[in-house]
């Protein structure tokens, strides 16, 4: 059974900066991509950011694209989201997940992902 836990969240100002770390465990390259979502209260959960396992393809939400970086390391069974230039709006609580579902490319649907971590609370403040 793929496993992840996410942590690296924080309070933050306007502007700053946080780094997310997803370690995964079980045989997870076996899977094709990991996924980073978010969710805020009373919102539904939206894709953040996605990378797959093999060839480091990556996809973004117009929201982060140019401020978020996803990478993996795959030796280390971890994934991250790197966040720059944080906005009030990013507050949320952000989530990994991981799925096998490449037959169209990665995906942005929460439904096709698989083994949700606990998340982990990111606050940017004004």
């Known amino acids: 059974q793929v496993q992840v836990v996410e942590s690296g969240g924080g309070l933050v100002q306007a502007g700053g900066s946080l780094r997310l770390s997803c370690a995964a465990s079980?045989?997870?390259?076996?899977?094709?991509?990991m996924g980073w979502f978010r969710q805020a209260p009373g919102k539904e959960r939206e894709f953040v950011a996605g990378?797959?396992?093999?060839?480091?393809?990556?996809k973004y939400a117009d929201s982060v694209k140019g401020r978020f970086t996803i990478s993996r390391d795959n030796a280390k069974i971890t994934v991250y989201l790197q966040m720059n230039s944080l906005k009030p709006e990013d507050t949320a609580v952000y989530y990994c997940?991981?799925?096998?579902?490449?037959?169209?490319?990665?995906?942005?649907?929460?439904?096709?992902?698989?083994?949700w971590g606990q998340g982990t609370q990111v606050t940017v403040s004004s």
């Open positions: 079980g045989p997870i390259f076996s899977r094709y991509a």
């Open positions: 990378i797959t396992w093999s060839g480091g393809h990556t």
């Open positions: 997940a991981d799925t096998d579902d490449g037959r169209y490319g990665l995906g942005t649907d929460p439904r096709k992902y698989d083994s």
